[in-house]
């Protein structure tokens, strides 16, 4: 199947620039705001729905794939909680490295199920990519790397099933919207529902919402946006590039928020994200963001 690279790709950097951000605003709310990760996805999965329950005015959602579009959205929304989890304990931008281990182990599904083929300067770009990601995160990171690793490597396999099934759907036939809504709506609605199931998660619930500050609901509303706008992105990429490259350009995700956390410090350091930012660390920055836009270039020299 032939690719348009001036397409898949512009689709990707969007999707990435979109996600980011929205991981920098959670990553806001947990240093400055909220402690509760599950909170956070609360409020992120209910504007995700009303966002969704819009969307079903303007697409059909009828898909024969309803059931493993549904399945691995539930499965997405336990990598979710995961990651809040992580957001917590780990700088953002380390946090956000986990793209580039998805990246790895989709590029692995590309070639297995979906007959994707490289060719040399691909397989350099995304080596170039995927190398600067490891080098900004682990250079400079305070935490032991086979801990982090290991938790980079639960939210992978959380989220590549995810992945694979949206792709094998838009490959099957089924339409780009219903793809995207059966997903996200059961990722959403997990996140919505759980905590209402819990006693105590909804009493903490109740209390919240009666007593939450404005900047809490404008940040939470602004993130289940973003969030919002990169799985409608991603799902493009999908449909229109190939599995495995898509996800190479998503692991550029880590060096989008390492940027932004930074001047986020700069221009509001009582509102900056949690991120470690010495002179050795900045200087890492700058040498990765030479590695991975090089990789970058590499794959938009592709046919």
Same mark, same amino acid.
């Given at each position: 199947?032939?690719?348009?690279?001036?397409?898949?790709? %512009?689709? $990707?950097?969007? $999707?990435?620039?979109?996600?980011?951000?929205?991981?920098?605003?959670?990553?806001?709310?947990?240093?400055?705001?909220?402690?509760?990760?599950?909170?956070?996805?609360?409020?992120?999965?209910?504007?995700?729905?009303?966002?969704?329950?819009?969307?079903?005015?303007?697409?059909?959602?009828?898909?024969?794939?309803?059931?493993?579009?549904?399945?691995?959205?539930?499965?997405?929304?336990?990598?979710?909680?995961?990651?809040?989890?992580?957001?917590?304990?780990?700088? %953002?931008?380390?946090?956000?490295?986990?793209?580039?281990?998805?990246?790895?182990?989709?590029?692995?599904?590309?070639?297995?199920?979906?007959?994707?083929?490289?060719?040399?300067? !691909? #397989?350099?770009?995304?080596?170039? %990519?995927?190398?600067?990601?490891?080098?900004?995160?682990?250079?400079?990171?305070?935490? $032991?790397?086979?801990?982090?690793?290991?938790?980079?490597?639960?939210?992978?396999?959380?989220?590549?099933?995810?992945?694979?099934? *949206?792709?094998?759907?838009?490959?099957?036939?089924? @339409?780009?919207?219903?793809?995207?809504?059966?997903?996200?709506?059961?990722?959403?609605?997990?996140?919505?529902?759980?905590?209402?199931?819990?006693?105590? *998660?909804?009493?903490?619930?109740?209390?919240?919402?009666?007593?939450?500050?404005?900047?809490?609901?404008?940040?939470?509303?602004?993130?289940?946006?973003?969030?919002?706008?990169?799985?409608?992105?991603?799902?493009?990429?999908?449909?229109?590039?190939?599995?495995?490259?898509?996800?190479?350009?998503? @692991?550029? !995700?880590?060096?989008?928020?390492?940027?932004?956390?930074?001047?986020? @410090?700069?221009?509001?350091?009582?509102?900056?994200?949690?991120?470690?930012?010495?002179? *050795?660390?900045?200087?890492?920055?700058?040498? $990765?963001?030479?590695?991975? #836009?090089?990789?970058?270039?590499?794959?938009?020299?592709?046919?």
């Amino acid at each position: 199947m032939a690719y348009d690279p001036s397409v898949w790709i %512009i689709f $990707s950097l969007l $999707s990435v620039a979109s996600y980011g951000t929205s991981n920098l605003i959670d990553s806001v709310l947990v240093r400055w705001y909220e402690k509760k990760p599950w909170m956070l996805q609360w409020g992120q999965g209910f504007f995700t729905l009303i966002f969704l329950l819009v969307c079903l005015f303007f697409g059909d959602i009828r898909s024969t794939w309803i059931i493993p579009l549904v399945i691995t959205g539930a499965i997405a929304y336990v990598g979710d909680a995961l990651f809040f989890r992580v957001v917590d304990d780990v700088d %953002i931008s380390v946090t956000n490295s986990a793209w580039a281990v998805v990246a790895l182990l989709l590029s692995i599904a590309g070639y297995l199920f979906f007959d994707e083929r490289w060719t040399l300067l !691909q #397989f350099l770009g995304s080596l170039f %990519i995927i190398s600067g990601i490891f080098c900004v995160s682990y250079w400079h990171a305070h935490v $032991s790397v086979p801990r982090t690793l290991l938790r980079f490597t639960g939210l992978a396999f959380l989220y590549i099933p995810f992945c694979i099934v *949206q792709k094998a759907g838009l490959l099957e036939g089924q @339409s780009f919207f219903s793809v995207f809504f059966w997903c996200t709506l059961a990722r959403a609605s997990c996140a919505f529902a759980v905590p209402l199931l819990r006693p105590v *998660q909804r009493r903490i619930l109740l209390v919240r919402i009666l007593t939450v500050p404005a900047a809490i609901f404008v940040l939470s509303a602004l993130s289940g946006f973003c969030a919002f706008a990169g799985m409608f992105l991603v799902v493009q990429a999908y449909r229109s590039g190939p599995l495995s490259l898509v996800s190479v350009i998503g @692991s550029t !995700q880590a060096f989008f928020v390492l940027m932004s956390a930074w001047l986020l @410090s700069v221009f509001s350091p009582s509102s900056a994200a949690k991120e470690l930012l010495s002179v *050795q660390s900045v200087s890492i920055k700058i040498f $990765s963001f030479t590695i991975v #836009f090089f990789g970058l270039a590499l794959l938009a020299m592709t046919q």
